[in-house]
């Protein structure tokens, strides 16, 4: 089982619609959880991280559920530079490292 | 903000040679740095995690005789591939961060990449 599972999509949305890319993860002693954003061909770039109390940044919101060891992403009103694949993240608070997710690609289209 | 600069962002080698990866980190001291490896249409995936001062620690399935990772200085750290060979083509990501970076969950910088393509 992967330790970090996502839905690779791809998700092909119109201009201004509502997604939401989910995630699960497998090691219960994670601490932190982020959701980063990956343009072809280039290095990944924070987004936001996720709390659990849930949070918000514009467009964009996160949530996380360490009961059911579920994350979430919810982007609002989509635009086409929102393209990209996004990256669910879990660090392992222990050790630093970053284990990524397989990533959920979206197209927004015109 | 922190910044990691990864040399070369390109490059393509012929079968059998080595090539060396540089990650810089320009205004911080990076006490960790770890190197990940991308193939096309998957996510990255962790290949060693280095400590200046130390050996790197190597995940599961990851040569450590073929990808070399020095980590000599807090400002810089390397990943040699030796002996390449076409399966070893890849995207090469090194990720830089400090012990209070890690804890406070934002202080983890990436290069921006190398794309190696072994013929």
């Known amino acids: 089982r992967k330790e970090v599972e996502q839905d690779p999509g791809p998700f092909n949305v119109p201009e201004g619609a509502t997604v939401a890319f989910n995630c699960t993860y497998s090691?219960?002693?994670?601490?932190?959880f982020f959701w980063y954003r990956q343009d072809c061909r280039k290095e990944p770039k924070l987004l936001m991280s996720?709390?659990?109390s849930g949070n918000e940044d514009g467009r964009f919101t996160a949530q996380l559920n360490r009961a059911s060891q579920y994350i979430s992403l919810l982007i609002r009103d989509s635009k086409l530079s929102d393209s990209a694949t996004y990256l669910c993240?879990?660090?392992?608070?222990?050790?630093?490292?970053?284990?990524f997710g397989s990533g959920t690609r979206l197209l927004v289209r015109p | 903000g922190a910044v990691v600069s990864q040399h070369p962002s390109w490059v393509i080698c012929k079968s059998g040679t080595s090539v060396k990866i540089e990650c810089r980190s320009l205004?911080?001291?990076?006490?960790?740095m770890f190197w990940y490896r991308q193939f096309p249409k998957q996510s990255l995936m962790l290949m060693a995690t280095?400590?200046?001062?130390?050996?790197?620690?190597?995940e599961q399935g990851v040569e450590k005789d073929k990808f070399l990772i020095n980590h000599a200085s807090l400002t810089l750290s390397t990943l040699t591939v030796t002996s390449a060979h076409p399966e070893d083509s890849s995207f090469y990501i090194c990720?830089?961060?400090?012990?209070?970076?890690?804890?406070?969950?934002?202080?983890?910088?990436f290069g921006s990449g190398t794309r190696l393509t072994v013929v």
């Open positions: 280095s400590n200046e001062g130390s050996k790197a620690t190597y």
């Open positions: 990720s830089a961060t400090t012990e209070q970076g890690a804890r406070g969950s934002y202080g983890y910088t």
């Open positions: 996720v709390y659990s």
């Open positions: 205004d911080f001291q990076a006490t960790t």
């Open positions: 090691n219960s002693a994670s601490q932190s």
């Open positions: 993240v879990v660090n392992e608070y222990s050790s630093y490292k970053l284990i």
